[in-house]
Structure formats: C-alpha cells, structure tokens
C-alpha cells in the first residue's frame, strides 16, 4: 500500500530525474507520483493551489497528513531505504540553512536542469545528430517561471 503520495513538477526535468530514481528503489511500492504539470492536474492536495505546488515539494502521507519541502524528501527517500542520504535533514542546526537552499533550488529549478543539460531547451547532441533531452517532451511552460 501507498505510504506516501509526491505531488511533483514534471515540466522540470531535474524533478522527473529524481522521480525516476525513488521511482527505481521503490521495491515495496510505498510512493505513488503525480504530475502537477499533467494536462488537466486537478488533484491538489487539502490546503494547496497551483502556486503552493510549484513554491516546493509536496506530498501526503497514508494517513493524510501534509508535508512540505524537505520533510516531504526526508519522508521519501527514508522509504526507499536512502534515510543516510537525507541524514543532514534530521540536525536542527542544519535544517535552517537546508530550507533556504532548498527554496532558491525550488524557485530556480528549471534553470538548474538546463544548467544540468537534462532541459529539452538543451538537447543532447552526438556527431552533429541532436535528439531531445529522454527527461522531457517539450520545453517547460516559460509563464510558470
């Protein structure tokens, strides 16, 4: 059964790299996914919109409990068995500078996946034959930067 449900951005394509990672470790199927960028999306969790959606990382819990940025990654990568790659998220006196961290992230997400070269924006290119970035479809909507 479904521990945890990630509310997460598939228009940027660092996202959906990650997505795809907890998605590979998921032995037990304790996370489910949805897409906000979806046409369509309409799920939104209790006491959320669009615009809170896209400020950070959200999910919820089997028993219906709300959870942001970081503990919304603290919780998912605990259950896929990576709990010491989030270790630094447990220290109180490192939580402070984390949230900032991860807010400008948040906030600069699909320039950090050009910078990456995982965008469609920048397509991977062999011998001089070019195909689109395996991350995305179509570059991200520009209106919801």
Not at 120 to 144: F, T, W
Request: include cysteine; hydrophobic fraction near 45%; glycine fraction near 8%.
């Amino acid at each position: 059964m479904t521990e945890l449900t990630i509310y997460f951005d598939g228009a940027c394509a660092f996202c959906t790299a990650e997505v795809r990672a907890l998605r590979g470790r998921d032995r037990r199927g304790a996370l489910a996914f949805i897409d906000i960028a979806a046409p369509g999306f309409d799920a939104f969790p209790p006491g959320t919109d669009m615009a809170a959606l896209q400020a950070q990382l959200h999910s919820v819990t089997r028993d219906g409990r709300l959870l942001k940025g970081l503990d919304s990654m603290q919780a998912a990568y605990s259950l896929v068995g990576l709990g010491w790659v989030v270790l630094p998220l447990r220290m109180r006196a490192l939580r402070p500078p984390l949230a900032w961290a991860y807010g400008q992230f948040a906030r600069h997400r699909y320039r950090v996946s050009r910078f990456l070269g995982l965008s469609a924006a920048a397509p991977q290119c062999d011998d001089n034959v070019c195909r689109p970035s395996p991350y995305l479809k179509e570059a991200p909507d520009e209106r919801r930067r």
